[in-house]
């Protein structure tokens, strides 16, 4: 079944404690993307990868790293958790293309609390 | 400037009448494509509809159309025939060609009432 696997689905955390929200596709997709939502904000793209080792900031990358050495998997690393990192995280990958029909898959969603 | 803007927080529609859903756009990219998405109160989000730039015709996908209307930098989602089921959240997104970033919108919640 095709389909984007986020880990681990909820979380509650304390400030300055490492953690990493793991995303994995199995769709072969070139382009994969990691969003924030937070209520009356919508979703805001963190970080986006075109391909493996090609990353880039979205409008919210500040407090966040992503790795992308593999095609299938892209992990949201927090370095250093703060409370304003509270928020459902949701992963998503597509083929990539820009001109064509390119559907993002999402996760099933990662809500995080940073106390 | 906001690059994708949903202007109705929230409406409420009666079944089986149809839906317009506004989203209104900012790019000075000539390649762009445009989504939009549904989110149901459990949280997944569903892909419903895509317009490239340079699609000559709306899409349309089943009830869906986008009434794309390019000059005017206008998007917007038309569902037919409203159903229970279309209560949710609704977003609207671009993805532009010169960064491959994507923006959303800030969701319309649509509630249709039976």
């Known amino acids: 079944e095709a389909q984007v696997t986020q880990n681990p689905r909820y979380l509650i955390t304390v400030t300055g404690k490492k953690l990493t929200v793991t995303c994995s596709q199995n769709?072969?997709?070139?382009?994969m993307s990691w969003y924030r939502q937070d209520p009356g904000l919508g979703l805001r793209q963190i970080y986006y990868?075109?391909?493996?080792?090609?990353?880039d900031k979205g409008d919210v990358p500040e407090g966040y790293k992503v790795s992308r050495k593999e095609k299938r998997n892209f992990p949201l690393i927090l370095e250093s958790p703060s409370p304003n990192q509270t928020s459902l995280y949701f992963c998503?990958?597509?083929?990539?293309?820009?001109?064509?029909?390119?559907?993002?898959?999402f996760g099933p969603g990662t809500r995080l609390t940073v106390l | 400037a906001q690059k994708i803007t949903q202007t109705q927080p929230g409406m409420f529609v009666q079944e089986k009448e149809a839906v317009t859903l506004d989203c209104t756009y900012d790019t000075s990219d000539q390649s762009y494509g445009l989504f939009w998405y549904k989110q149901p109160s459990s949280g997944e989000m569903i892909f419903l509809i895509y317009q490239g730039s340079y699609d000559e015709q709306n899409a349309t996908e089943g009830r869906y159309s986008l009434n794309f209307q390019k000059a005017r930098k206008s998007a917007n989602l038309v569902i037919s025939a409203s159903q229970l089921g279309d209560s949710a959240m609704y977003f609207c997104?671009?993805?532009?060609?010169?960064?491959?970033?994507?923006?959303f919108g800030k969701g319309t919640r649509l509630h249709i009432l039976p």
């Open positions: 998503a990958s597509s083929l990539g293309y820009l001109v064509r029909a390119d559907e993002q898959f």
């Open positions: 990868s075109m391909n493996v080792e090609v990353t």
């Open positions: 997104a671009m993805r532009e060609g010169r960064d491959d970033k994507i923006i």
């Open positions: 769709m072969n997709h070139e382009y």
